[in-house]
């Protein structure tokens, strides 16, 4: 009989033929692969390099998300190139415009148990949906491309039980931060976060998308929740109820760690920088002068955190620069749809073209000498934002949204 096994063990032994167990190391057939803009371009000249029979285009996917609209002509450049190799080889390829890689993936493409690999430190926020999914190097993903397969070391896995019931005021960016706090940044090197518990079973699915999208920060190799009937409602409404199958980790399986958490304890949170587990509760640096305040990115661009941030925002105003990006068209069309972009807009904010607009510093919102941000983020490194001598601070929708009300960092939980 089979041992009891993660979910991380059961997707490699699947997708590899065999009885695989955290330490060996695996040849497994991947279903889908991601590529973005800034990536991309490596990992396309080293598949020509190759010069192999392209295997698994038809599975592999390219987006314009980190420069959308482009700023400048080289990577105007790079960006036709894209364009050019996707459709030469039959890929499929989204616009600027279209949103973020890691959004679209899940509006439209992965499903539980797949084995998703990506040219993006990101790519992990599909386990969010029950998928094992992980970035890699160009080099990786260009053999990715070419072989629809490729060779891994199956994760050790840690388990992340969290019960109870979330306050009010404190949300799963909250909760993950927590978790990297304790953790550290390279507390989970290599390893799987395993999520479960009475407060995850019920977190909807962007919630779950939030945080298996930051494992990647404490060093994680992917971020995994159970497939459950609150994915199969995702799934039932994206029009991919046939891919759903429920999946979870076994009763007896064998973790390495395992670390409680009790949601009820939880307090809104931030991160400060330099670095993502330099956490505090917001009490600690309430009253910290922001000169911008930025909702967004693959980690808090979902339709529930513009609906959190526009009702916070209603009937206000800004007192500094407050810059929102959506984080895919459908987002957008639906936040719209809600009216949620209009109370933003009224209340002074600036709605940038889905995608990740000034995360990543390539353009719209770079940092002044100086300056300090409050950002939905994953990311708060020197440098992030496009400057290494500005602050980056991460937080919650709520968080942030209440912050730009104010024009210094604030406790969602007076505005509730």
Same mark, same amino acid.
């Given at each position: 009989? *089979?041992?009891?096994?993660?979910?991380?063990?059961?997707?490699?032994?699947?997708?590899?033929?065999?009885?695989? =167990?955290?330490?060996?190391?695996?040849? %497994?057939?991947?279903?889908?692969?991601?590529?973005?803009?800034?990536?991309?371009?490596?990992?396309?000249?080293?598949?020509?390099?190759?010069?192999?029979?392209?295997? %698994?285009?038809?599975?592999?996917?390219?987006?314009? !998300?980190?420069?959308?609209? /482009? *700023?400048?002509?080289?990577?105007? =450049?790079?960006?036709?190139?894209?364009?050019?190799?996707?459709?030469?080889?039959?890929?499929?390829?989204?616009?600027?415009?279209?949103?973020?890689?890691?959004?679209?993936?899940?509006?439209?493409?992965?499903?539980?148990?797949?084995?998703?690999?990506?040219?993006?430190?990101?790519?992990?926020?599909?386990?969010?949906?029950?998928?094992?999914?992980?970035?890699?190097?160009?080099?990786?993903?260009?053999?990715?491309?070419?072989?629809?397969?490729?060779?891994?070391?199956?994760?050790?896995?840690?388990?992340? =039980?969290?019960?109870?019931?979330?306050?009010?005021?404190?949300?799963?960016?909250?909760?993950?931060?927590?978790?990297?706090?304790?953790?550290?940044?390279?507390?989970?090197?290599?390893?799987?976060?395993?999520? !479960?518990?009475?407060?995850?079973?019920?977190?909807?699915?962007?919630?779950?998308?939030?945080?298996?999208?930051?494992?990647?920060?404490?060093?994680?190799?992917?971020?995994?929740?159970?497939?459950?009937?609150?994915?199969?409602?995702?799934?039932?409404?994206?029009?991919?109820?046939?891919?759903?199958?429920?999946?979870?980790?076994?009763?007896? %399986?064998?973790?390495?760690?395992?670390?409680?958490?009790?949601?009820?304890?939880?307090?809104?949170?931030?991160?400060?920088?330099?670095?993502?587990?330099?956490?505090?509760?917001?009490?600690?640096?309430?009253?910290?002068?922001?000169?911008?305040?930025?909702?967004?990115?693959?980690?808090?661009?979902?339709?529930? !955190?513009?609906?959190?941030?526009?009702?916070?925002?209603?009937?206000?105003?800004?007192?500094?620069?407050?810059?929102?990006? *959506?984080?895919?068209?459908?987002?957008?069309?639906?936040?719209?749809?809600?009216?949620?972009?209009?109370?933003?807009?009224?209340?002074?904010?600036?709605?940038?073209?889905?995608?990740?607009?000034?995360?990543?510093?390539?353009?719209?919102?770079?940092?002044?000498?100086?300056?300090?941000?409050? /950002?939905?983020?994953?990311?708060?490194?020197?440098?992030?934002?496009?400057? *290494?001598?500005?602050?980056?601070?991460?937080?919650?929708?709520?968080?942030?949204?209440? /912050?730009?009300?104010?024009?210094?960092?604030? !406790?969602?939980?007076?505005?509730?």
């Amino acid at each position: 009989m *089979p041992s009891d096994k993660t979910i991380s063990e059961k997707i490699f032994s699947e997708k590899s033929g065999i009885d695989a =167990n955290a330490g060996d190391i695996v040849i %497994a057939k991947i279903d889908q692969i991601a590529l973005q803009d800034g990536t991309a371009p490596l990992a396309i000249k080293q598949v020509k390099e190759l010069n192999i029979e392209i295997k %698994a285009a038809k599975l592999t996917h390219f987006f314009v !998300d980190h420069a959308a609209p /482009s *700023p400048r002509k080289e990577l105007s =450049n790079d960006q036709k190139m894209i364009k050019d190799f996707a459709e030469s080889v039959g890929a499929d390829f989204s616009p600027p415009g279209e949103g973020i890689i890691h959004q679209l993936m899940v509006e439209k493409f992965v499903n539980p148990g797949e084995l998703v690999v990506g040219a993006d430190s990101h790519t992990c926020t599909y386990g969010g949906l029950g998928a094992f999914a992980t970035g890699m190097g160009s080099t990786d993903i260009a053999v990715a491309v070419v072989l629809g397969k490729n060779w891994f070391r199956v994760p050790e896995s840690f388990k992340i =039980n969290v019960e109870g019931t979330f306050p009010e005021g404190v949300y799963p960016k909250d909760l993950i931060l927590s978790i990297i706090g304790k953790l550290g940044v390279d507390g989970a090197t290599y390893k799987a976060l395993e999520f !479960d518990g009475g407060a995850i079973k019920t977190m909807h699915i962007d919630g779950r998308l939030t945080m298996a999208n930051m494992a990647i920060e404490c060093g994680a190799k992917a971020g995994l929740f159970m497939s459950d009937k609150v994915t199969r409602n995702y799934l039932i409404e994206r029009g991919r109820e046939d891919r759903f199958r429920e999946l979870k980790g076994d009763e007896n %399986a064998e973790y390495e760690k395992t670390l409680e958490f009790e949601a009820g304890d939880l307090e809104p949170m931030v991160a400060k920088p330099h670095n993502v587990d330099n956490i505090s509760p917001v009490t600690q640096v309430e009253g910290t002068t922001v000169e911008q305040v930025f909702i967004g990115t693959c980690t808090n661009g979902r339709l529930s !955190d513009l609906e959190v941030a526009s009702r916070l925002l209603k009937g206000n105003r800004v007192k500094t620069r407050l810059i929102v990006a *959506p984080a895919s068209r459908e987002i957008y069309l639906d936040a719209l749809d809600a009216g949620y972009l209009k109370t933003i807009v009224e209340a002074g904010g600036l709605i940038t073209p889905p995608g990740c607009a000034c995360c990543v510093g390539i353009h719209m919102g770079v940092l002044a000498d100086g300056e300090a941000c409050i /950002s939905t983020a994953n990311r708060n490194f020197k440098g992030r934002m496009g400057n *290494p001598d500005a602050e980056i601070y991460l937080a919650s929708p709520a968080t942030a949204a209440v /912050s730009a009300i104010k024009g210094r960092i604030s !406790d969602p939980r007076e505005f509730l």
